[in-house]
């Protein structure tokens, strides 16, 4: 099996996740600055067999459409676009912030490396990417 990469997509940066090759487990793989995510996936799917991408949409509590839901999905697009060969998947990706601040600090990790928000940024991609592959098993 290919690796799937979970994508937390932002304006300034986005975070990156990635599965095992059994597509068992999520996890963070880095965070990258906007204006080079292509440049680094391409890199990235060059050296790893990825099949496909899950990018988390975002939505307000009533499903409508937030100020970024725009970015994702001009994002989608060309994503799509630049990797024909890959399938893309949209994952629910309300609370993954707040999810994966609360993970931190049940982990242990410092004030000072949750105040990077970057860290952040991969952890929510992450639990996006994990969230997939828990609904795809069932």
């Known amino acids: 099996m290919a690796?799937?990469?979970g994508i937390d997509y932002g304006t300034k940066?986005?975070?990156l996740a990635a599965t095992d090759?059994?597509?068992i487990i999520a996890s963070p793989l880095e965070t990258v600055r906007t204006h080079l995510i292509f440049?680094?996936?391409q890199e990235y799917c060059s050296k790893e067999d990825t099949e496909a991408f899950v990018?988390?949409?975002p939505?307000?509590?009533d499903n409508s459409d937030t100020h970024a839901t725009k970015h994702v999905e001009g994002f989608v697009k060309k994503l799509k676009k630049t990797f024909p060969a890959h399938t893309v998947y949209l994952q629910?990706?309300?609370f993954t912030s707040k999810q994966a601040l609360e993970a931190m600090i049940e982990g242990g990790t410092s004030k000072k490396y949750r105040r990077e928000k970057g860290n952040i940024d991969k952890v929510s991609a992450t639990i996006i990417l994990q969230s997939y592959l828990e609904k795809k098993r069932f």
């Open 39 to 41: 440049q680094y996936l």
């Open 3 to 5: 690796r799937v990469i």
């Open 21 to 23: 090759p059994l597509q």
């Open 59 to 61: 939505r307000n509590l």
């Open 92 to 94: 629910d990706e309300r």
């Open 13 to 15: 940066r986005t975070g």
């Open 55 to 57: 990018v988390g949409m």
